[in-house]
């Protein structure tokens, strides 16, 4: 597959949207505005939630295949398109993620399973049908100013029904392993958004007013892997979306990514992934 486009297509919520948020049914096949089947990201939030049907997509490079019913989530960064659907029934909620308050956006980011699976007769898996389908014949209502908070607080308690259910899934036995936890969720999150300008293990440590020694061992001990690593990762993933989904060179992509020498940037990129940029781009793309 070959891109002419030198950025990522990236899709604002529809016109239709109203107040920040939209829902709509599965079964109505006039739904989509845009070619969901191209790779392509959104500047807000989507929320798939599945009754019946089996699902094929691609979110970053890996291919998420599952049958209903089931919880997705995919966020504002990440690059995803639709393969393959069949028989489908549920609902897709899309909002601003400024609707939500940030604890929330950041447990369903950390803790949600992609594809989160779930069984059709429980309780969780029937109030959430009961939640979609009242937003829908709200948004259904006439327009008012009341109208939309309701819509708003109704997608607040959708959304904090499923964080209920994702904290009664988690394990934590100790006060300092839930600190630990914390600590590693919130440098994941900071990667996503200081990737390209935030290099080095003490800046981060700096903005969770922690000792960059204390950073490190924290995410090497839950992870695996030191906090350098996950840095580079970052960038890497990024370049990984700008090499197949646009055709800028590779000088321009290790500018994008936040690095100032292309020579550098290219014997990092075969370090993490064992290909050269070129050689990935032909593998994945050409």
Known sequence: MKNQNQTITQFELSPLAKAGIIIVNMEDREIEEHDISKPHRDNHCQLM????????????????????????CVFPEQVHHIIDVKDPKGWMISFDPSLVSKEILQLLETKIDNP??????????QQLAILMNLIEKVQLENTNNYTQKSIHFLLNALLSLISGELVSTLYVDKE????????????IKL???H?????QPAQYASALSISAAH????????????VS???????????????????KNVKEIAYEVGYDEPVYFGKLFKKVTNLT?????KKFRD
């Open 116 to 125: 989160f699976l779930l069984q059709h007769e429980s309780n969780f898996c």
């Open 195 to 199: 990737f390209k300008t935030w290099k």
């Open 215 to 226: 950073l490190n061992d924290t995410v090497k001990s839950l992870t695996g892997s030191p």
């Open 277 to 281: 940029p070129l050689e990935f781009r």
């Open 176 to 187: 300092k392993e839930n600190r630990s936890i914390i600590i590693k969720e919130t440098f």
């Open 49 to 72: 939630f599945t009754l019946n049907g089996t699902f094929q997509l691609n979110i970053d490079f890996e291919n998420v295949e599952f049958s209903a019913p089931a919880l997705l």
């Open 191 to 193: 990667t996503k958004a």
């Open 229 to 247: 690593i996950h840095i580079q990762e970052a960038s890497i993933m990024e370049a990984k979306r700008l090499l197949y989904f646009t055709d």
